[in-house]
């Protein structure tokens, strides 16, 4: 039983960390050549409409047998999902590919790392949605890598002294920090009752209907004459790999691992990123941003392990997957 549960662990771990490789491949290849037929980024609604449209079709093709899990949904479950439709997919998804386009992809590691900043939330919204109990320690650690975002963002400076640009996407990004939480907390509570797949598949169709209703609210549908076929492909390639695939990759690996462990496993995102960034873009960081970075990366680890009792979490039955 044991070697069972350690082979779980492991294998939850790989996962998640797969995924988050796949992000930083995302982040820094793939979403800087979703580019109209003039050479500028695509309007970030319309990324978001597409990227989930693409995916929740194909996905129709072979998990349509979910549908009948409608009608097993609580209300309470209506609600978790489309949460997690609003906050991981529609709001996380917009802010961060907003705040790459804001940037012209030339800070993507400081933006990646902001975005890491998650746990801080998740923490607290697993205090209020999962009455689990915070300690002091959250506070410290919490600060500690607030500041060293602020520092790895800004320096020593005052935010006026950078431009516009970098304010608004650090903004984004630490709001993206707050959905993708969100987001997690939630899908932690709906994998004790659902399969991965279904999630994913509930996930993707709930924030395709948002998105169509902003993209036909706001005529960015009109973006689809001025798309040409390279980003398309670039489209498809990201529905079936750094989309869809990653995040069933880590709903997998989230059912079968603490959220502590998963934390962890996901700063693979921004170490990814930022080597990528260095080799493709030759973008890299001062070194008190880097030292900033290291403090931080250290505060959200030692968050993650010990804000929220470890023990409590595994005990507790809303942080527990179901055994399958």
């Known amino acids: ?31 800087p050549n979703l580019l109209n037929t003039d050479g500028f980024p695509l309007d970030a609604t319309f990324v978001v409409f597409v990227l989930h449209c693409i995916p929740f079709i194909i996905m129709n093709a072979f998990w349509y047998k979910y ?29 961060i590919v907003k705040a790459l386009f804001l940037i012209d ?65 650090s903004l984004l990004a630490l709001l993206a920090a707050f959905s ?8 932690k509570k709906m994998l004790n009752k659902y399969p991965p797949m279904s999630i994913t598949f509930f996930r993707y169709g709930f924030t395709t209907v948002m998105a169509l209703l902003v ?48 934390t962890i496993c996901e700063l693979l995102f921004p170490i990814s990123a930022a080597i990528l960034d260095y080799f493709i873009n030759d973008n890299t960081m001062t070194i008190v941003q880097w030292i900033a970075a290291a403090v931080m990366i250290f505060a959200i680890i030692a968050l993650s392990k010990g804000a929220v009792s470890d023990n409590k979490m595994r005990e507790n039955p809303k942080f527990v997957a179901r055994k399958s």
Do not use: H, R
Request: hydrophobic content about 55%; some cysteine.
């Open 215 to 262: 993209v036909v609210i706001t005529g960015v549908y009109t973006q689809f004459s001025i798309t040409p076929l390279k980003t398309w492909i670039i489209f498809l390639i990201i529905a079936f790999t750094t989309g869809s695939g990653a995040i069933l990759l880590y709903y997998y690996g989230l059912k079968n691992i603490s959220a502590s462990l998963s």
């Open 180 to 187: 993708f939480g969100a987001s997690t907390v939630l899908s």
């Open 105 to 169: 992809f030339q800070n993507l590691t400081i933006i990646a790392l902001l975005q890491k900043l998650q746990p801080v939330f998740a923490i607290v919204l697993s205090v209020i949605l999962l009455k689990e109990k915070i300690s002091k320690n959250y506070f410290i650690f919490a600060s500690l890598a607030i500041v060293a975002g602020y520092i790895m963002t800004f320096g020593f400076n005052a935010p006026t002294a950078v431009s516009k640009n970098v304010i608004s996407a």
């Open 67 to 95: 549908y009948k899990m409608l009608k097993q949904f609580s209300v309470s479950d209506y609600i978790y999902i489309i949460s997690i439709a609003l906050f991981g997919g529609m709001l996380g998804t917009f802010c």
């Open 1 to 31: 039983m044991k070697k069972n549960t350690n082979s779980k662990i492991i294998t939850g771990a790989l996962a998640v960390s797969l995924a988050a490789i796949m992000w930083g491949i995302d982040g820094v290849i793939l979403t």
